[in-house]
């Protein structure tokens, strides 16, 4: 019977992605974006002493040239370990996933750090589902031998570049009552349009998004834009208070959602390869909704105005506040108007 599940992170540690290396038989495939927790490196390793055949693809370096999987990448060759770069074709692998013996796929949007394990909201989907599992193998081979990988109109998976954006915009355009989007960055304008299309048509949203600090200043302008544009249409924008928010999820209707490791970004859609799946699993809905709720209920508003902006940015002693020409008296006096009603 074949079957999908979800593993939330940090609530259900890295013991379930341990165990289910050290289930494997016969094969690992594994494509990850960052790849440094020791448990993990050691569960790989351990593997291949056993005799399962590990094949590791990694991204060699992020785009301002830094190489974070170098040592993680000599300790696995070390131990006899298969491991080669991302396929170049991209501007990076953003994608975070696992094949166990093809029989089990692991969809991700947490890299193997021992902070996406311990300090973040993240999410798994593993799936034995054959046609999913199906995918995910060609397209790791294909990367692995740098070749083309077009799964076409029919694909079961939702992956970058390829069928992307035109997946996400769909799930939004199809809510109905409400949606629930976790993302670090919403910045491609066609996703920004649906979700702000939603709201205009009754859609109950909630957005839940890390702080504009967290992001590059050649991505303020843009980031921010798409932030408050959906702030001015009365979309509630959130940041969680206790955990730092990595997992990129959206919940429609308490009926479906997406899990995976695609930003809301054009980079993400148009450069990269990443990789995502829909779900309507009753139990993997209904534990999500749960998480929703709860992580909305231990947040607390992004203060979007000219003046919380600049003591995000600036006070904070970040910077960049000056791309966004900010006006901040002029928001004092809006605010102090409004307060006088």
Not at 85 to 113: C, Q, Y
Not at 128 to 155: K, L, Q, T, Y
Not at 293 to 304: C, F, V
Request: glycine share 6%; proline share 3%; with cysteine.
């Amino acid at each position: 019977m074949y079957h999908r599940s979800i593993i939330v992170l940090p609530d259900d540690t890295v013991k379930s992605i341990t165990d289910a290396i050290n289930s494997a038989t016969e094969s690992l495939r594994i494509k990850m974006f960052l790849f440094n927790d020791p448990d993990l490196i050691e569960a790989v390793i351990a593997a291949k002493k056993r005799g399962i055949e590990v094949k590791v693809m990694l991204n060699p370096a992020r785009r301002d040239g830094e190489e974070e999987n170098k040592e993680t990448r000599k300790m696995l060759e070390d131990g006899g370990i298969a491991v080669k770069d991302s396929n170049p074709n991209f501007g990076l692998t953003h994608e975070k996933s696992m094949v166990v013996d093809n029989r089990l796929a692991f969809i991700k949007s947490l890299n193997w750090e021992t902070k996406n394990l311990t300090e973040t909201r993240d999410y798994a989907i593993v799936t034995s589902h054959p046609h999913e599992v199906e995918e995910v193998i060609m397209c790791f081979e294909a990367d692995w031998d740098r070749r083309d990988f077009n799964p076409g109109e029919s694909a079961h998976l939702i992956w970058c570049s390829g069928n992307g954006r035109a997946r996400i915009a769909r799930f939004i355009d199809d809510a109905k009552h409400s949606l629930f989007v976790q993302n670090e960055r919403f910045q491609d304008l066609v996703i920004i349009e649906r979700i702000v299309r939603a709201a205009s048509r009754g859609v109950k949203v909630h957005v839940m998004v890390r702080p504009p600090h967290t992001l590059k200043k050649e991505k303020l302008i843009e980031g921010v834009g798409g932030l408050r544009i959906m702030d001015d249409v009365g979309i509630k924008i959130h940041k969680l208070k206790f955990l730092k928010l990595h997992g990129k999820m959206l919940l429609a209707d308490g009926c479906r959602a997406i899990v995976g490791s695609i930003n809301l970004a054009p980079g993400s859609f148009d450069d990269r390869r990443e990789l995502a799946i829909e779900v309507h699993d009753a139990d993997i809905v209904e534990r999500l909704h749960n998480i929703a709720r709860h992580d909305w209920e231990n947040s607390h508003p992004l203060d979007l105005s000219d003046a919380g902006l600049l003591e995000d940015l600036e006070v904070r002693g970040y910077g960049g506040s000056e791309k966004l020409v900010l006006n901040v008296d002029e928001d004092k006096k809006k605010k102090n108007k409004h307060n006088k009603k």
